[in-house]
């Protein structure tokens, strides 16, 4: 009984200070890190559409089968639509990954980049590479679909990261359909036409 | 204790008892990582970094700490000190965080700083624990660079992400199959150098 009452202090006392250890990091590094990845996340969006001459303010926010918010963005050049811009995310294997989605103004897509994610390091972080990633390029909403075969036409999984793969295909896919949806309307494109929602 | 000899703990950690070459330990990471001297030098780095602050925190607590829950209280003190790692490098040194982020949170469960702090920490003193952790930690540093360099030179032609060759010379290097075979001729190459010329008996087998 004494022994146990001995143990039951050791540990908690430990687990009290790590926490606090913990705690007081988390506190004087997270400001630090929210600006960092602010200032990153303005530069990714200006990256994609680097020829937008007008600041790109969000138009609004669309919320994703998996319940969480994002926001659209037009990207315009003196008052003229250059691109349009999305973020979103897919729950990959072991993480959300987000990204951003942009479309050029025939709504296929004309970049996409992985903000973050934390996926398996060395199978799942292959969705960064450019062989797989660029693969999105040039598609209209009907093209994408993943497959595991060799194709050309649609998205093709990376071998051992299916899920990952599958997670970022998808996430491309809300956007693109929010990015239709939105601004679609009058450009009537065959892309935009008989797709399930 | 004026009897303990740092240089024997530092020649120990680095040579003798080298984390990769000698006790075979945390292999998984030392496969995953030497792609290229770049990520094994960073992985190294945190590493070291995460096993001295390790020793030194279950040194100071070591009279304090239960034998009957001694695991566990290791195991929380390395998640904390991974987690305050990966708290800083995500906020000061976001480039770097970039890289390594997905593989910070894998040290805590390096069989290698577990195996220092039951080994080596629990029975000695702050300062040759800090040293033994140090060592250790420059041991798989070494190692990671070591492999990195084999790796990345003949897998990719290049040093550091700079090009060298023209080409790559043999791909297979850098694939996860090619660590192991790295790994091997690397280990066996430490043996035969150590039987040859050091008379000793060559590496322990088995591990993690």
């Not at chain 1, 007081?24 to 969006?45: D, G, I, N, Q, W």
């Amino acid at each position: 009984m004494k022994d146990m009452i001995k143990i039951t202090v050791s540990l908690v006392a430990i687990f009290i200070a790590a926490a606090l250890i913990m705690g007081v990091t988390y506190k004087y590094t997270s400001p630090v890190r929210f600006v960092a990845e602010k200032k990153e996340k303005e530069e990714a969006l200006k990256a994609m559409a680097p020829d937008a001459t007008d600041p790109i303010v969000p138009s609004g926010t669309w919320s994703s089968s998996h319940g969480k918010p994002y926001e659209y963005y037009l990207a315009s050049s003196a008052g003229k639509p250059v691109a349009y811009i999305s973020s979103t995310a897919g729950k990959g294997y072991s993480s959300f990954i987000a990204m951003l989605v942009s479309l050029d103004t025939d709504l296929k897509i004309r970049d996409i980049k992985v903000l973050h994610h934390g996926e398996t390091p060395g199978l799942g972080d292959q969705i960064e590479d450019p062989n797989f990633i660029g693969q999105f390029k040039g598609k209209g909403l009907s093209q994408l679909i993943l497959l595991k075969t060799e194709t050309k036409e649609n998205i093709q999984a990376i071998s051992g990261a299916t899920i990952s793969s599958r997670a970022v295909t998808n996430g491309v896919k809300d956007a693109v359909q929010t990015l239709v949806d939105k601004y679609g309307a009058g450009i009537k494109t065959a892309t935009a036409q008989g797709v399930a929602k | 204790m004026s009897d303990v000899n740092y240089g024997t703990i530092i020649k120990n950690g680095i040579f003798g008892e080298n984390p990769v070459f000698r006790l075979a330990l945390s292999l998984c990471p030392a496969v995953a990582v030497t792609s290229g001297v770049k990520n094994g030098f960073l992985m190294g780095v945190a590493v070291l970094f995460v096993m001295t602050m390790v020793n030194a925190t279950v040194s100071l607590l070591r009279k304090f700490i239960n034998p009957k829950v001694r695991i566990p209280s290791y195991m929380f003190i390395i998640a904390t000190w991974v987690t305050v790692t990966d708290l800083v490098m995500a906020a000061y040194a976001r480039d770097v965080y970039k890289q390594m982020g997905l593989y910070i949170m894998l040290i805590v469960a390096f069989a290698i700083v577990l195996s220092r702090a039951e080994m080596f920490a629990s029975k000695n003193k702050l300062m040759p624990s800090i040293v033994d952790g140090a060592a250790m930690g420059m041991g798989f540093l070494l190692a990671l660079v070591l492999l990195g360099i084999f790796r990345e030179f003949l897998g990719k032609g290049s040093l550091w992400g700079m090009q060298i060759l023209p080409g790559k010379p043999l791909l297979i290097m850098i694939m996860p199959t090619g660590g192991f075979f790295a790994m091997g001729l690397m280990m066996g190459w430490l043996n035969w150098v150590d039987r040859k010329f050091f008379g000793g008996t060559g590496a322990s087998s088995g591990g993690h």
